[in-house]
Structure formats: C-alpha cells, structure tokens
Nanobody
Framework: QVQLVESGGGLVQAGGSLRLSCAAS????????MGWFRQAPGKERDFVAA????????YYADSVKGRFTISRDNAKNTVYLQMNSLKPEDTAVYFC???????????????????WGQGTQVTVSS
C-alpha cells in the first residue's frame, strides 16, 4: 500500500507559477514511476506529466510542454510539479499517482496507475 499526499496548490494569476509536491509513504517509492493528472469540473481526468523511477525520463502532455517540469527526490519520497506561465485553462484539481509497472506506451493512461492522492486545487485567474 502506498499513500500519497499532495500540497502546494492555490490561487494564482495568469502568468504566475506554483510548485506542487507529492509526498509518498513506503520504502519502495524509488522503484515506482510517478505521474501527475488533473481534473477540471465536469471533465475527465487528464494526464499532465510522468517521471520514471530514476528521474531519467519524463513525459508531458502537449498542453503543458515547455511550461511544466516534473521531478523527483527519492531520498525525500517526493515528486514535484513545477508549473510556470500558468493559464486559466490550467485550473483543475491536480492528483499524483503511482505506476508500479511502468510501460512507456501507457504512461498517459490513468488506468496504469494504482495509487492516487486526494488532490490539490489549482486555480488560475485571468
């Protein structure tokens, strides 16, 4: 069992930045790929970014490429999402998730992830 707790969300003006954190329990965190997803009201949960267990490979949705950066610190059992140049359309609840059986071709599919946090709200005002 893995428990995930997100933090760092809030209200920010368009063009601003936020850094989300996801703290994970468990001694095997460093062996898992991690992902960030987001869900806006009335919409499906969408892939945002993912990182392999070592941090050596990262993946991004086209909508956030060049603006968001995913990273991880295995010594702290934490994964981060640095969000720059935020837009109103980035407004959503952001979730982190664990993928214990990483496959590059399915990295963007929410069904690939076994454990989820409760989410943190990000609101970008225009």
């Amino acid at each position: 069992q893995v428990q995930l707790v997100e933090s760092g969300g809030g209200l920010v003006q368009a063009g601003g930045s936020l850094r989300l954190s996801c703290a994970a329990s468990g001694r095997t965190f460093s062996t898992y790929a991690m992902g960030w997803f987001r869900q806006a009201p009335g919409k499906e949960r969408d892939f945002v970014a993912a990182v392999t267990w070592s941090g050596g490979s990262t993946y991004y949705a086209d909508s956030v490429k060049g603006r968001f950066t995913i990273s991880r610190d295995n010594a702290k059992n934490t994964v981060y999402l640095q969000m720059n140049s935020l837009k109103p359309e980035d407004t959503a609840v952001y979730f982190c998730a664990v993928d214990r059986h990483f496959r590059e071709r399915t990295v963007a599919g929410s069904s690939s992830y076994e454990y989820w946090g409760q989410g943190t709200q990000v609101t970008v005002s225009s």
